[in-house]
């Protein structure tokens, strides 16, 4: 699968032709989404100022039940947004038909679909078009691009303040307000290829995988700074998706030369150990029980089920007739797995209980970083769909 994994580096090192950075144009505000109390009897976290208190300190997945879905989207109706990276557009699905119901022309290149802190827009990263297009998720239309340069990825801080633009090969965090874009901090890194990441169960600090150079960086989410930075123990690492366990006590990071995850206590940041997994591990995505990780595997056609309380991988599912399963999300009830098939120009449908493919759905060149919306949570920390 070397063919593979030389594609996935060619296919990402064309992001580095950069334009000129253009002025920034402003979204209309959106009203943040209504915070829900903790409920009596848990022991209180001290979270970062301003983020909705935690429901669960023994899972921070703990609003991620199935078709628990917050106010803000109670009347979306249900679809799995495709970015199409070669094609400049993004597929739209019905899940109940797996059938392509809308096809948006967006800007070059485009990544991820990331819904927004406050649910209520997802923003398709256009990296290479160094823009962001907002869309309606209850009308399905685009809105004006907001000029923002090399967006390879987004994610929100826990307390809904900032928005947070994984500049990849800008070397660059750039902190933005999480409505207009318009940046607030920028913060160089000393890494290449800032790429994924994820936040504690307390939201004070943030996990970052850098792709080019096998390195993880620590990010204090007020300061707005990097703390830390450690170096993968693999020779040509490259680091990619990254989840929090769902009591907090570690995060995981998928590698995909590496082929399996990397296992990392957030709060000392000391040297992981590796959990095999299979040939270019890539995505990461926690059951809506949280007792399971589903996770793709990239270069062999595969998703890994991942069990947090063993602390192993107890199945394997094989996509009939091989495929490339990347980015993807659950959906609302549970009981559908989604992920991008980079390579083969399509998107796979698979049951939750059995892994049983479900459906193959054909869409544009290269799809990326689908997100199946709506999902139960309060709020979204970005990436695909990270919801607490």
Known sequence: MNHLRRAVATATLLTAVLTACVPERPTPTATP?????????????????????????TDVYAADRPGNLAPA??????????????ADTVSVIDPETYE???????GRQPQHVVPSWDL???????NRGHTLTPLDPRTGEAGTPVKVHDPYNLYFTPDGKHAVVMASLDRELVFRDPHTMKPVKTEPVDCH????????????????????SGELLKVDTARMEVVEQLKLPFEGAMPQ??????DGKRFYVA???????WVLDGDRFAEPTLLPTGEGCHGLYVSRDSREMYVSNRGEGTVSV???ARGRVTRKWRLPGGGSPDMGGVSADGRVLWFSGRYDDEVYAIDTRTGAQLARVPVGSAPHGLAVYPQPGRYSLGHTGIFR
């Open 241 to 246: 998706d990254v989840k929090v366990s769902p």
């Open 193 to 212: 290829g800032v790429n994924h990441a994820d936040f504690s169960l307390d939201g004070r600090y943030f996990i970052v995988s850098c792709e080019f």
């Open 255 to 261: 590698d995909m030369m590496a082929d399996g995850m």
């Open 120 to 126: 209520k827009t997802l923003w398709v990263n256009n």
């Open 33 to 57: 989404h209504p915070v829900v109390p903790a409920p009596s009897g848990k022991p209180a976290v001290d979270g970062l100022p301003g983020m909705p208190p935690v429901l669960d300190p």
């Open 306 to 308: 991942f069990d947090f």
């Open 100 to 106: 392509v119901v809308d096809t948006i022309p967006v």
């Open 73 to 86: 989207v109670r009347d979306v109706p249900s679809r799995v947004y495709v970015p199409n990276s070669e």
